[in-house]
């Protein structure tokens, strides 16, 4: 999960780099070792997935695509600092969404609505 904080260097790492570069070089940032994947993941994260590629559902056939990558989860790492009485504390993260194209939202102001009861 990237928080505001991390937004510029999640940024960074969205170029189209050869498979050559280092994304976490690019973007300034440290990583951490995964424990099932073999890739590293974001140090700074409070919440990070370890996943396996289940499918790619390609929406469009020209050469700038429109792909959805679904992953299943096979480790969570949390950060003990935004966990209250065992459970993640999300009034402690300032996370950040993808809207679509270049623009991002805060998750800073939430609200809650109690789901209807089936009749």
Do not use: W
């Amino acid at each position: 999960m990237v928080t505001y904080d991390l937004a510029e260097a999640m940024n960074q790492t969205s170029g189209e780099y050869d498979a050559s570069v280092n994304e976490f070089e690019v973007a300034q940032i440290a990583s951490a070792p995964s424990q099932i994947v073999k890739v590293a993941r974001v140090a700074a994260s409070p919440v990070s997935f370890e996943c396996k590629l289940y499918q790619i559902l390609d929406f469009s056939p020209s050469p700038q695509s429109s792909s959805l990558v679904i992953g299943q989860i096979v480790s969570i790492h949390l950060n003990d600092v935004h966990m209250k009485e065992g459970k993640l504390d999300r009034n402690s993260l300032d996370l950040i969404g993808r809207m679509g194209g270049i623009q991002y939202t805060r998750t800073t102001q939430r609200f809650e609505m109690v789901r209807p009861k089936a009749g």
